[in-house]
């Protein structure tokens, strides 16, 4: 049995995950692929994939671009394989040490995990590596700008082992920018009377090494 709690928490969860959390992720997925052009040629990573809702329905506006998944949980991977067809590349790691050269995807693509990542900085160090030059991070998660998410992450922080953080619109911002990625813009939206999320958009700006 796995000691991490993220991963503890998705071994639970993973047979269920889709009809449990239903609207949640069609809402939160349709509202990030919205906000997203991909074209035939490119190269794809969804960071934090879990079952691969995401990519199951870019798949569906665009077959012809590859598509890569990674997540730390090997449960939830197993069911996005088994809705993803096999020309989707999944890998089990996590996003704060990918496991893929420099400069390889044109997008990359994460929604509902960034909450859990225990070092962001370093995640988005190596979403900035892995993006080819001018290529586009897109991020969806929880906004703490709204009370009903402060709440939310208050009560995770004490009751959920595998909770870590959420952010407003002014950390994202902060971080995006720190990590050197740029012409970042950030929308936040409620997708009932609960969720209160954002969509955080930016570009590869120069990695660390290089500023
Ligand atoms: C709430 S689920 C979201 C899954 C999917 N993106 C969606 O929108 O339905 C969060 C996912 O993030 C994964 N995750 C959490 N921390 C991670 C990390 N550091 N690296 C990779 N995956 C991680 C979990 O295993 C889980 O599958």
Redesign the pocket.
Known sequence: MPFDP??LE?SRLASFYDRR?SFY?QA??QETAQRLTIQPSEQVL??????G??IHHLLAQVPEASYVG????PE?LRVARQKLPEAVRLYQ????QLPFPGECFDVVL????FH???EPAQ?LQEMNRVLKPSGRLVITDWCHDYWTCRVYDWLLRWFDRAHFRTYGTQDCQALLLKEGLRSVVIERYKIDWLWGMMTAQAMKGAIASER
């Open positions: 993220v991963q998705y959390w992720v939160t997925v969804d960071l934090g994939c879990g079952t809702t995401l990674l997540d730390s949980s939830m790691g996590t996003a704060e994460s929604t509902n995990a859990y990542f225990r995640a």
